[in-house]
Every structure is written in C-alpha cells, then in structure tokens.
C-alpha cells in the first residue's frame, strides 16, 4: 500500500504505541481516584501536558485535553461567544473544516451573523477583507492555520496581530499545522488553538484546545472535575500518554519535514501536471504545507479515479475525509474557483516523510494510467 492520505490521519508510531501499551491493562486506574494506583496517573498526564505544550511553545496550564480537534474547535468558537454575550458577529472563511463551518451555520440559525471571508485563486485571503469585516459587535474571528485539502498556510502572526490590536478573539484551527510548520504561540498571539493527535501520528479520539492565560474559557463539555473543571469527563490516559509522545516526536522533526517531504511532493505534482493534459493545481504554489498537492483533472470523476487507484494500491483522497461520502463538490476548490462545476473532479495526495520516492514513482505511473484508462 502507498499512502498518501497524512491529512486525513496518520498510523500510530510504534513509539506512540509503546508508550501507551502500560497504561491498557496495567496502569488503568481512574486518575481522579484517591488511591495511588489511580491518583499517580495524574503524573503522566502532566507530563504528556508538557510535551504537547513544548511542541507549540505554550505552558502546560493552559492546554486542555479534548476527544478531538472537532470538540476543540466547537469549544473554542463557544467559550469566546459565552464571554462576548452582547456581541452577535463571527468572522470566519469559507475554506474552513466542516467542523468550524456547520457550526458557525448553526450559530447563524439561532441568531449570529456569520463573515465567511472569500480566498483568492489560490486559496490566500486578503487581510484588508478581515480588518474590513471587524466590527464592535464580532465576538471571535476563526480562521485555520493550514487548509486540510489544499495545505495553503494562511498568514496567522498577521491574523492574530491583527485581532489582538482590534480587540478580537481569535482562534485558530491548527490541526494542519502540527509537525508540519513551527507552532509558536508566543510569537502568534492566537487566543485558541486546535490540535488533533491523529494528524501528527497520536491515536483516534485525542485532542487538545490551546487557551491562553488571557483569554477567557468557559466548559463545552459540561461534568466532572476533571482537566481543572474546564473539561468534564475521565481522562483516556492511554490516548493522553501517546498524544504526549507524538507531539514529543513531532517537535524533534518539525525543523527537517519540509526538506524531506517537499522534493517528494513536488516531484509528484510536477510530473503529474506535465504529463496530464488539462490538470490544474489548486493552492498556491509556495504558501502551502510542503506535503500537500491538490490537483484538478478535468472531465475526470475523482470517484472513478481514486478506486482505480486504489486498485494499483494507492491511497488518496477528493478532499476532506470527513465529507468524504458527500458527493457535493469541494467547498474549498469552489471557493476558490467559483466557476468549478458541480462534478467532482479533485484529488489530494498528502505525503508524509517516510515515503519513498519509488512510492512517488509508481504512484504517477498509476495515476497516469488510470486517467488515460477513465479518459
Ligand atoms: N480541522 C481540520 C483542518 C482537519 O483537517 C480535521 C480533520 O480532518 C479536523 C479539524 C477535525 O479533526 P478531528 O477528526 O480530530 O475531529
């Protein structure tokens, strides 16, 4: 198998998983027992708390664990309107996860305003059209750090100076970003942050919601004590330990993941698009994650597509995973290219730096293959 789907979710590190193994059958007590063989766990979830806030610069105070990045952003976008109760106005983009946009459309049906800001041809918004669309009455702005289907960084130090001199909340969908790019939230004073732990090599099911010390949080999930009374609910420990690891993993190679993965990609985009008649790339050429191609091959249905290459066995995808059984075209590439047609003719492949460049290889002879085959 070649998988070039890292965007969709990523295998589990043996190191990961090996961190993890004690805390299943021999560690497994409830970390808020009193007991020590459940209050000692409170020690390793601390210490995975510290590896997860090095890998962004944070402090571990101020990360609170979560099932996934979907619950983070919701809690986010939230806890910023609960502390704004006068103010009815969202800024987001049109370009967002499904888990920030069906819930900003669900805001807009119990009273909110929603900005969806609009991206060029390439994927890029303009900051102008953002400061434009701050008003006294925006509670929080939410815009991602990396796209997930074009990996097209949008410019976040500039987004949250910006709110941070107009007085605005902002979060920050950075699921994308994590082991890719530098997280620092020191130098991007982002108020909320997302991280999922299946993106950079964690398992299913764990998550993590930056909050700054100075920005205000209130409970999404409403319980126990646990996570200081902003997150009820009994720690998974097993998930907690190995989203430390991977995140203690994915900061030892974030300095080194573009130099490896970029000639890769490039090498795949550029063969494709030089040997496929009519394919177009969606997303910027430089401001992007340096594993992500997204390549448009006209009259093409990406279904048929992606089973054929499947078939040869390569993993891709038309998008987004989770709107992966939607037979609607991609929000993402119609924003951008509004004129894209109702059919969907996309396909992401995200790599990753263990792939090999016989991977890539045999992957563009495939994909060349199956067009020709479906042409
Ligand atoms: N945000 C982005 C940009 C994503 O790519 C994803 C996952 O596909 C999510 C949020 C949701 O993450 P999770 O699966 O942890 O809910």
């Not at 994308?176 to 732990?197: C, F, H, M, N, W």
Request: charged fraction near 20%.
């Amino acid at each position: 198998m070649i998988y070039l789907d890292h965007n969709a979710t990523t295998p589990v590190l043996p190191e990961v998983f090996e961190a993890m193994r004690p805390y299943f059958c021999e560690e497994w007590g409830n970390p808020s027992s009193t007991y020590k063989f459940g209050a000692k766990l409170k020690s390793a979830i601390e210490t995975a708390r510290s590896q997860v806030a090095a890998l962004i610069r944070a402090r571990r105070s101020e990360l609170i664990f979560t099932s996934c990045a979907t619950e983070s952003n919701n809690a986010a976008i939230r806890a910023a309107l609960k502390a704004n109760l006068g103010k009815r106005h969202i800024i987001t983009s049109g370009v967002e996860h499904s888990s920030v946009l069906r819930h900003c459309m669900a805001l807009q049906k119990s009273g909110y305003r929603v900005t969806y800001l609009s991206v060029d041809r390439d994927g890029l918004l303009k900051l102008a059209d953002l400061e434009n669309a701050i008003s006294d009455d925006t509670a929080v702005v939410s815009l991602m750090w990396a796209n997930n289907e074009t990996g097209v960084l949008f410019p976040v130090k500039e987004i949250a100076e910006l709110c941070q001199s107009r007085g605005v909340l902002y979060h920050c969908d950075a699921v994308q970003a994590a082991g890719k790019v530098e997280i620092d939230v020191r130098t991007v004073p982002v108020d909320y942050l997302s991280l999922t732990g299946h993106k950079f090599h964690a398992a299913k099911g764990i998550g993590t919601l930056y909050v700054s010390r100075k920005a205000p949080f209130s409970p999404f999930i409403h319980g126990g004590h646990q996570e200081r009374n902003l997150r009820g609910g009994t720690e998974s420990v097993p998930l907690i330990v190995g989203l430390g690891k991977a995140a203690e993993l994915a900061q030892g190679q974030t300095a080194t993941y573009a130099t490896k993965v970029r000639p890769l990609r490039d090498h795949l985009e550029m063969h494709i698009l030089s040997s496929v008649p009519d394919t177009e790339l969606n997303g910027h050429r430089t401001e992007r994650l340096a594993n992500t191609t997204n390549i448009t091959f006209g009259g093409v249905d990406s279904e048929a597509l992606l089973i054929l290459l499947d078939s040869e066995g390569v993993c891709a995808s038309s998008g987004s995973a989770c709107l992966a059984d939607s037979a609607e075209v991609s929000h993402v590439v119609k924003a951008m290219k509004p004129e894209t047609g109702t059919a969907r003719q996309v396909i992401r492949f995200s790599l990753d730096p263990a792939i090999t460049m016989n991977d890539i290889e045999v992957t563009c002879a495939a994909t060349i293959h199956a067009v020709e085959a479906l042409r």
